[in-house]
């Protein structure tokens, strides 16, 4: 069956525009996915613009692109070298950085949120962005386990809004989920589709519900692995060789709780056991807690269920 067949027919809106071709793109929060968006889209021709809240943070942001890109090179132009320098300095030259998101998005065809996983501050990120890009301009969050319509309603745009989720190292994670809301106008889910493919993703389209696809299966599962560890049913180190060799995960659950951010992962479980607390899948994780309530936040900060140098 093909992908256009599990679209979902979604009702047009008055106020819908046409479709937009996404050239000039806005991504706030420069953090590991941010960065991570800002590199692919900026590596397959885009203008981007990469926002967050201090000149530092910016710095490291791009630091950080640079790394990745010669990661990319190294690979892509194994035998062309000065090719390969060359590619770098094109794909750096389509990144400028900002800490005024509202200097930012007049010119935006999209404007992308990879902020904390927070919805007052996504909600009112956007509240005050809507009143400043232009009309066609399409909205979209990252947001890992948010409802988009939650997001969406702290703006007057709620056609031209959408989730486009991507996966942490973006630019080695080929899948992006499109998710519509009951509002998401048809152009705008077409133009975020065309969006995913124009950067060499995989996407797929996805109904906007806890999780979508991939974290509603995958979370679960890594709270599990980490409960059964505080059941003392196994060893962090023993439980990642298992899903690795075993089931054939690049990553084992703590290692990868470590890679996505420990802040994350809290952020996500705690949204989902409130709203539906006697659901075991959602249940906490003391552990989990307590690394975070120490800033122990994964590979990021140097120390998660394992230190990092
Ligand atoms: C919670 C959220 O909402 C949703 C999520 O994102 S959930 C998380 C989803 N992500 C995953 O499940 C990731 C699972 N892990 C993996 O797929 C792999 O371990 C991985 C692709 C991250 C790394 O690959 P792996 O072979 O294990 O390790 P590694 O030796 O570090 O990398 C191999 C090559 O991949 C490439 N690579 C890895 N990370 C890279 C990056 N950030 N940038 C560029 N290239 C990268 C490089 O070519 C690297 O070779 P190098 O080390 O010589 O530069
Ligand atoms: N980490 C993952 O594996 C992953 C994967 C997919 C989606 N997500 C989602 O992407 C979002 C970002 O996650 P991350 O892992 O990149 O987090 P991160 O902590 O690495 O980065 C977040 C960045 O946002 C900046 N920021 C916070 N508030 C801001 C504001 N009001 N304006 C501008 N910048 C602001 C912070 O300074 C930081 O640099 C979250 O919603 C998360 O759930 C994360």
Not at 176 to 193: K, M, R
């Amino acid at each position: 069956m093909s992908f256009f067949s599990h679209q979902i027919r979604r009702s047009f809106s008055s106020s819908a525009v046409r479709r937009v071709v996404i050239k000039n793109v806005t991504i706030i929060g420069g953090g590991q996915m941010g960065a991570g968006i800002a590199q692919v889209a900026a590596s397959t021709g885009h203008s981007v613009t990469l926002v967050d809240t201090s000149e530092d943070i910016l710095k490291k942001s791009v630091k950080g692109i640079e790394g990745s890109l010669k990661r990319v090179v190294k690979k892509k132009f194994a035998d062309k070298p000065e090719a390969g320098e060359e590619f770098i300095q094109k794909v750096l030259q389509n990144v400028s950085t900002s800490t005024d998101p509202a200097a930012a998005v007049p010119t935006s065809d999209l404007v992308l949120e990879a902020i904390v996983e927070n919805l007052n501050v996504k909600q009112d990120l956007f509240g005050r962005l809507d009143k400043l890009a232009p009309k066609h301009s399409i909205f979209a969050s990252n947001t890992s386990s948010l409802p988009i319509t939650d997001i969406a309603s702290s703006t007057s745009r709620q056609d031209r809004f959408g989730g486009l989720h991507f996966f942490n190292p973006v630019p080695m994670m080929k899948l992006v989920e499109v998710i519509a809301t009951s509002a998401t106008s048809q152009e705008t889910f077409d133009s975020l589709l065309n969006f995913s493919k124009a950067l060499g993703k995989t996407p797929v389209s996805c109904k906007d519900t806890p999780g979508f696809i991939v974290n509603r299966l995958l979370v679960p599962y890594m709270m599990e692995a980490l409960r059964l560890h505080e059941r003392g049913h196994g060893s962090k180190e023993d439980i990642d060789i298992a899903m690795k060799l075993g089931a054939g995960y690049p990553m084992g659950p703590f290692e990868l709780s470590d890679y996505v951010g420990l802040d994350t992962m809290k952020f996500i479980i705690d949204g989902w056991s409130e709203k539906d607390p006697d659901n075991p899948i959602f249940a906490q994780s003391e552990l989990l807690n307590k690394l975070v309530a120490e800033g122990k936040l994964g590979k990021k900060t140097g120390e998660g269920f394992y230190k990092y140098k």
